[in-house]
């Protein structure tokens, strides 16, 4: 195509580069994908398009994400969470069209994309130029390098076969009861079990089909250090910068119950993690921490609570965030700006009674990401009579409430109109996303966001042809066995169950309000490992403090790269749109190291060892000439 524009043969093309520095990613102004190397930017005003969206331009279509307005509800009123009345005038969405008025036409001249209009954050006057941003030729460099290096290695396919089977239950987990399927059970290793290579080459065989894993006590290979959040949050006040400190005295946590974000002082906080917080009538208030502290340093701000999880990481091949040679984030080079993958730590408020509006749960949705989440500190939190009774008063409210509504609904509305493309601009896969930002509590009530509070997905049958990966743990013995119940519930789907997933959202999305499955039992010190793209929702049982880690593993590449693509059409408004991953570059510059580390193997077996990269590289090349 740019040879046609430039009216020059291939080989004369002539592909200018852009200036990038290395302190700043570059973006798609259109649907926010990372650029790694080729796109198309203005000499006027640098705006800057992929080559994805410039080949949707050209066939006529719209780039990117839709430009579908999204909804946004309107506050309905604290009496309204617990079964009374809305506001008035409050009964129907906002809408937020912020796409309003943009031409939807991109002008094409003889093959060049013109910059789009200002509406569009163009300046709609000159044509988008083809520029790259790394040295020319080192792409094709790479590739020719590889092909000199697999000349030298023998390669074997290996096919990793885990010995496990439905037959052997002493190191799985019963996940489902599915009649007819074959993995019923989850791999279950013990942390010590994970240090030899036999339950690395078993959990790699369960990884390479997207199957969750567990691994149970985890944090018996540490020191000892305490995860109690108050511990945690003192260790953050004896940070030198007065500054840092003075923004730790208050924290923005969620109100599971409005889906809002308030501001609370630090210390009422967690003593409402050891102690519990209620509302005026004496309805549990359950409150969130997410990505805490509010940082990407948790390296610099909590130094030793980091390395304590670094060591008690199972299978550290792929999950070390430092020297992980499976992890493909590590081989980023120090010059290259690294997405946030970790640790991050998530503070919440959780009851063992299922509450229906308002529980304490991350809503289903999948990463882009593989994740591991290790539970390192509980706090069963205990109700009084008076306030269990109370709860089931204001439960009673809230079904006929929710039955109300559903009669008005097919009343004057019909069955309601839901689409894929409408989920998909509402937020994560469980319903409407609900924002309603620095609102304060008033009467002891935080604002009411929406409609739906609590989105999960309805009670899953095995008639709907879907079935959960996850294990089964029952309410009976939640009940009868409180001593050794865990902490957090998860809910995880298997990938290939995604299709059939989304049928059933649409099927029930009428009935979303929240609902009990029989979801994986997290215990303290127990990890569980989620492949990308495995959707999955979690529930606390108790006041829970999870520590979590992205990285990104060879195996779920295809999975990191179809998400990219996936999310990138996502409305311009949607939250998960940004590209932060960027796995295109994660590839280019894992591909490059491990090229330059099997050229130094090579070198070494030939007796020439330098230590340096170019001398190794030339003793490939000698050696590839030999032959």
């Known amino acids: 195509m740019e040879s046609t524009i430039q009216g020059v043969p291939l080989s004369s093309v002539e592909v200018k580069h852009a200036v990038c520095y290395n302190d700043e990613r570059v973006y798609c102004n259109h649907c926010q994908t990372s650029i790694v190397d080729l796109h198309r930017s203005c000499p006027n005003c640098s705006y800057e398009l992929c080559l994805s969206c410039s080949c949707e331009v050209r066939g006529g279509q719209l780039p990117g994400g839709s430009n579908k307005p999204i909804p946004q509800y309107v506050d309905r009123g604290s009496d309204y969470m617990h079964g009374g009345d809305p506001l008035p005038e409050s009964c129907r969405t906002g809408i937020l069209d912020r796409m309003s008025g943009m031409p939807v036409k991109w002008v094409v001249d003889d093959g060049s994309v013109v910059c789009p209009p200002k509406e569009m954050g163009g300046c709609g006057s000159c044509k988008l130029e083809l520029k790259r941003l790394l040295p020319e030729h080192w792409i094709s460099g790479l590739k020719e390098r590889a092909g000199k290096i697999m000349t030298r290695c023998k390669t074997t396919d290996m096919v990793l076969q885990p010995t496990f089977s439905n037959g052997n239950h002493e190191k799985s987990y019963r996940a489902a009861s599915g009649e007819g399927f074959k993995d019923n059970y989850l791999c279950c290793l013990d942390s010590e079990d994970t240090l030899n290579e ?30 109690e959040p108050m511990v945690m949050w003192r260790a953050l006040c004896e940070h030198k910068d007065a500054r840092f400190n003075s923004r730790m005295s208050y924290v923005k946590a969620i109100d599971c119950l409005a889906g809002c974000e308030v501001e609370i002082n630090t210390r009422k906080f967690f003593t409402g993690y050891i102690e519990g917080r209620q509302y005026a009538n004496f309805w549990p ?221 649409i099927k029930h999305s009428n009935e979303f309000r929240h609902t009990y499955c029989c979801p994986v039992d997290q215990k303290l010190g127990e990890a569980v490992f989620i492949p990308a793209g495995c959707p999955h929702q979690v529930r606390n049982l108790k006041s829970c403090t999870k520590v979590a880690a992205d990285f990104v593993s060879p195996e779920n590449l295809h999975e990191c790269l179809r998400l990219t693509e996936e999310f990138r059409k996502l409305p311009k408004d949607h939250r998960a749109r940004e590209d932060k991953l960027e796995v295109k570059k994660m590839i280019l510059h894992a591909v490059n190291q491990v090229i330059d580390d099997l050229a130094k193997l090579i070198a070494l077996e030939a007796g020439w060892c330098s230590g340096s990269y170019r001398s190794a590289w030339r003793v490939v090349v000698e050696l590839e000439q030999v032959a």
């Open 198 to 227: 036999e339950a690395l080459l078993r959990f790699r065989g369960h990884w390479d089909k997207g199957e969750p894993v567990i691994v149970r006590n985890v944090l018996e290979q540490t020191s000892g250090l305490s995860w």
């Open 285 to 505: 208030e359950m409150l969130k921490l997410k990505d805490w502290p509010p940082s990407d340093k948790f390296e610099d701000l909590l130094p030793r609570h980091c390395d304590e999880f670094i060591r008690a990481l199972p299978f550290q091949e792929y999950t070390d965030p430092r020297t992980g040679f499976l992890n493909l984030a590590v081989k980023l080079p120090a010059s290259v700006i690294k997405p946030d993958m970790g640790p991050k730590t998530y503070i919440a408020y959780g009851i063992s009674e299922e509450l229906e509006r308002g529980d304490s749960v991350t809503k289903l949705h999948c990463d882009m990401s593989d994740a591991v989440n290790i539970l390192t500190h509980t706090a069963e939190v205990a109700l009084s009579d008076e306030q269990c009774q109370a709860i089931k008063l204001l439960k009673e409210k809230h079904r006929a409430q929710d039955e109300r509504e559903c009669r008005a609904r097919r009343k004057n509305e019909g069955p309601r109109a839901f689409s894929l493309d409408k989920h998909k601009e509402e937020g994560d896969f469980g319903g409407p996303q609900i924002e309603c930002l620095e609102k304060q509590k008033k009467n002891g009530t935080a604002s009411q966001a929406g409609e739906s509070d609590c989105v999960a997905c309805a009670p899953v049958k095995q008639s709907d042809g879907l079935k959960a990966t996850c294990l089964s743990y029952s309410k009976h013995q939640t009940e009868e066995h409180s001593e050794s119940r865990g902490g957090a519930l998860w809910d995880i789907f298997r990938r290939e169950d995604v299709p059939k997933l989304k049928e059933y959202l």
